[in-house]
């Protein structure tokens, strides 16, 4: 049978530097730490400072610095090769070690190790551009508070949003959405995205302008293509851009808000909006954005895997979802 064998511990070494410093010999310390003589002896010589003598903090430390190999994508080109790519396409450390685990059936690495790796990069090459393989290019994690009125008062025929039905609350059946708009630093530009609760599958357009009559026509163009049951509902914030929403009721489309002072309420498509960020950033000119340009960044967002949906992509669940609901439509329509 092999032999188990443990590391010194902080408190190991500690009680050692004690029984050194009071003269005691290797074998004596050697005995009350249920260790070999030749650990001890080797501690000694190996993890000593040449000018203080053996310190337990400073052993401790050396210790850790000798085993430590560096960090795994450093070691793994291979692994390196599958994940720097991805996070430049803007997926997550998340989304990258989820699709690789995925992909291969068995974990592959973890997030937190590629954000070790960055940090590593970072602090060893001071390049601060490694901060852009991060989605949002930041040096610190966290969330910005905002504040701002609520013009509810002025929407008509408005549902609030607990009026909305349980099936869209689980996200479980499609067809339930979130609707916001994008803001820009040049005046006048806007984007009206709409994100699907349960496939994450998000639609944008750019309207002509951010009036309540094109952004409904607007609305109107993108779900009503849709089957009846990917469109059953829409839930807004309290923006007068969507004053009109009753326009959709004659499409069988049912509309509710958010509470004053709650966007989080509709946490989907502000989700959504800040990984859109990330290729769409506020200070981005959309009159010289090309179309073809913008439905490709579209397009990257839906064919991004999400943790959410077991790192499928929300183009994947979308559309196995829709030929189902195909196949069974067919089925109840074949005769008897």
Known sequence: MGRCYAHLTIEDRCDLARRHA????????AAALDRAPSTISRELKRNASRTQGYQPRYADQQAHARRWR????DRDPTLRAQVLPRLQQGWSPE???????????????????????????????????????LPR??????????Q??????FIQHRRPLAERPASAADRHSPGHWEAD?????????????LHDRHSRLLLAVRPLSKAAAPIAQALTRLLTPLPPPWRQTV?????????????????????FFCDPHAPWQKGGIENAIGRLRRTLPRKTDLATLPPARFTQLIQAYNNTPRKCLGYQTPAEVFWDQLLHLKCESTFRLSPE
Do not use: C
């Open 22 to 29: 009071a003269g005691a010999s290797i074998r004596e310390i």
């Open 70 to 73: 560096g960090p795994r994508l």
């Open 95 to 133: 989304q990258v070690a989820g699709r690789l685990a995925r992909d291969a059936g068995r974990p592959v690495i973890s997030h937190e190790s590629i954000y070790r790796f960055i940090d590593a990069q970072i602090r060893r090459t001071k390049d601060y551009a490694w901060r852009h393989f």
């Open 137 to 146: 290019a930041k040096y610190r994690r966290g969330r910005r508070g905002r």
């Open 148 to 153: 701002g009125g609520s013009p509810a008062s």
């Open 181 to 193: 708009l994008m803001h820009f630093s040049s005046y006048r530009q806007t984007v009206l995205t």
């Open 235 to 255: 839930t807004f914030d309290n923006g007068t851009e969507f004053a009109r929403h009753h326009q959709l009721h004659a499409h069988g489309i049912q509309t």
